[in-house]
């Protein structure tokens, strides 16, 4: 048995006389302090201001007009540095509604650091938000946004060099912001990317694309148009043989369009013999109504009371069973916290005190532990009955 020699220095008298003036020491530096409160601000935290703020403010500074679309240039002396891929909540007052919708950021980060950021608002049915936008918005008009927020973006330690990246319609967004960082030098990967759009009319960043693969041979675009043949597109959907075409051995997948895309997508995945961790798919807002899922069997017609504790009182709103609860909270007026409104982010938690709601298994991005303690996210939660429910301050 091998055996291990310590060495142990003796206290010295040098060190109990140290330790005796130790406390009165201690007494006197306290005693001489300052009683007034400490105003300074640690840099750390200046940092983490500047990075995660509460709400930011904006101008319009040029609108950029698409076919159904228009992009929106956005400027202040000083807006939050992001990451390729990330959003912010564009929080609106409509009428007497006060509502929050997540659009992607489309420039590259490093146009952060000149005060600047880019939304593509889409015209959508029955879009309520976007309508008001596209409708309201000129050069000039003031905007209150959240900080960056958003996990949909390229992580070195996690990800392959190689990605492929699935957009649909206005899901180009988050790769316009990456394929832009990586032509600047901000983000280092290589992205293929697998656009699809109706027509070749329906693209949207057309130009800017074909600009950006000419700058930069870490970028590859592949159009597919599912209601248009022509030379030199894809045509169809894009589905597992499709991606398989063009995907390279190794590499990462990220996905981001309309919800219909993503249901698609759902069963084209596995073939592809992917690690989950190499899935990455973007939030996808809930939809209108609950009746889009298959495991929806209440009546959507139905209009409910909804008891609502905010802030120490007490209110009672209207409440349709085929809308989001969120929906008929800010519909009264009241700015409850929101951010991505896909059940994902947990801004919007909210504590069930009674009554029963529908929550789709592929919306619920509870916590186990919130689940279990009557908590609910209301961006992607539907009446089943009357409910009384406490929503909490951002």
């Not at 709400?55 to 159904?68: E, F, G, L, N, Y």
């Not at 564009?90 to 005060?115: D, F, H, M, Q, W």
């Not at 293929?192 to 870490?218: H, M, P, Q, V």
Request: hydrophobic share 40%; proline share 6%; with cysteine.
């Amino acid at each position: 048995m091998k055996k291990f020699n310590f060495h142990v220095k003796p206290i010295g008298l040098l060190d109990m006389l140290h330790f005796k003036k130790m406390v009165p020491r201690r007494r006197a530096i306290l005693q001489s302090g300052s009683l007034e409160p400490i105003t300074a601000v640690y840099g750390v935290n200046r940092l983490a201001q500047s990075l995660h703020p509460k709400q930011q403010k904006a101008v319009v500074a040029a609108i950029i007009p698409r076919k159904d679309a228009k992009t929106y240039v956005l400027k202040a002396d000083k807006l939050a540095y992001f990451r390729a891929g990330q959003y912010v909540s564009v929080k609106l007052k409509i009428g007497g509604a006060v509502t929050a919708r997540p659009y992607t950021l489309a420039a590259s980060p490093a146009r952060a650091l000149e005060g600047e950021y880019e939304i593509t608002v889409k015209k959508a049915q029955d879009g309520f938000v976007s309508d008001y936008i596209l409708a309201n918005w000129e050069v000039g008009t003031e905007v209150t946004l959240s900080g960056p927020e958003g996990p949909f973006s390229y992580e070195p330690l996690r990800d392959e060099k190689e990605v492929v990246g699935l957009a649909g319609g206005s899901g180009i967004t988050p790769f316009m912001s990456m394929a832009r960082a990586i032509a600047d030098g901000t983000e280092d990967f290589r992205l293929t990317l697998l656009y699809g759009s109706r027509t070749k009319a329906d693209i949207l960043y057309a130009d800017e694309l074909e600009e950006l693969c000419a700058a930069t041979d870490k970028l590859r675009v592949v159009h597919v148009l599912s209601e248009e043949k022509a030379e030199g597109f894809e045509h169809g959907f894009i589905d597992a043989e499709l991606i398989q075409k063009y995907a390279p051995e190794n590499y990462t997948l990220y996905i981001c369009g309309p919800r219909a895309m993503h249901d698609f997508l759902a069963h084209e995945i596995p073939g592809l013999d992917l690690d989950e961790k190499h899935v990455r798919r973007e939030f996808v807002p809930a939809p209108a109504s609950p009746t889009y899922f298959g495991s929806y069997t209440s009546d959507a017609s139905k209009v409910f009371t909804l008891k609502l504790r905010f802030l120490g009182e007490e209110k009672e709103l209207p409440l349709r069973a085929d809308e989001p609860i969120l929906t008929a909270i800010e519909r009264a007026g009241i700015a409850a916290p929101s951010r991505c409104r896909s059940g994902e982010c947990g801004w919007c938690r909210s504590r069930l005190i009674g009554g029963e709601v529908f929550i789709p298994d592929s919306m619920d991005g509870r916590r186990l532990a919130d689940a279990g303690a009557g908590y609910i996210h209301p961006c992607s939660s539907w009446a089943l009955s009357d409910l009384e429910l406490e929503i909490f301050p951002e």
